[in-house]
């Protein structure tokens, strides 16, 4: 086995003191990088979740239970790859029964995310480990789902990062993987938040996509779709960009 789940803050601090309990996939990062990934980082994180991006997880965790049907599955592991502070995951474990990982490079935001969640009620329902991106320490076939948002962009080797999701995914498993906000998500608060971050999240979502098409060629990943959702009521406002890849049940 690649990896094993982190539990709990004692199990955090095992981790800490014992990272060769990791096996990575590929090794361009086989232990925390106190030095990059900071207390101070996971901080400013927690507080932008908390703040300008308080309003994105909501929608989006309704369109992802929606899309495939996750509030039917009685079990199953979803895991967040860059989950973060955890936002994401609290909206997902409260809509659904799956057990959901947070696979974060920055394990310093950890202890906040175990006590949201106990916050959240949702305690039982999540589990936390430190992961590269570009090497996910899980086994093969791992996970019923993948869900990322506001992450992979930031990951150097983005061909190996999705190499990576899809091994981890079940055969018959799904990954939705992306940038920006859900499709229902009203405009009026998608344009704050727009506003918000000015030019820092100006970027072409057309070159995105062809990026995404080319780096599913390369893996020769068929299964996919890339979605750049635009509202009915501003065609002009950018609300992201999308990919979903399932897993065949055999073959690719």
Known sequence: MRGFILRRNVFFAFLLICPVALVCAAEPLCAPDHERFTAEAAQRMIRVCQGLLAP???PLADQIVADYGLDKMESGIGVDMGGGPGALIFELAARTK???VNADINPHAFSWFFAEAERRDVGNQ???IFSDGQAMPFRDNYADVVVSRGTYHFIDDKQRAFAEIYRVLKPGGVAYVGRG???E????VAQAIRDEQGKIMVYDREEAKQELEAIMEAL???NFNIEIPVPAEDETLN???WIEIRKPLTGN
């Open 126 to 128: 999540v589990s936390a």
């Open 98 to 100: 799956l057990h959901w």
């Open 220 to 222: 020769d990943i068929h």
């Open 185 to 188: 998500m009203p405009v009026d």
């Open 239 to 241: 609300y992201g960009i």
């Open 56 to 58: 994105v997880y909501a």
């Open 181 to 183: 906000f859900a499709r």
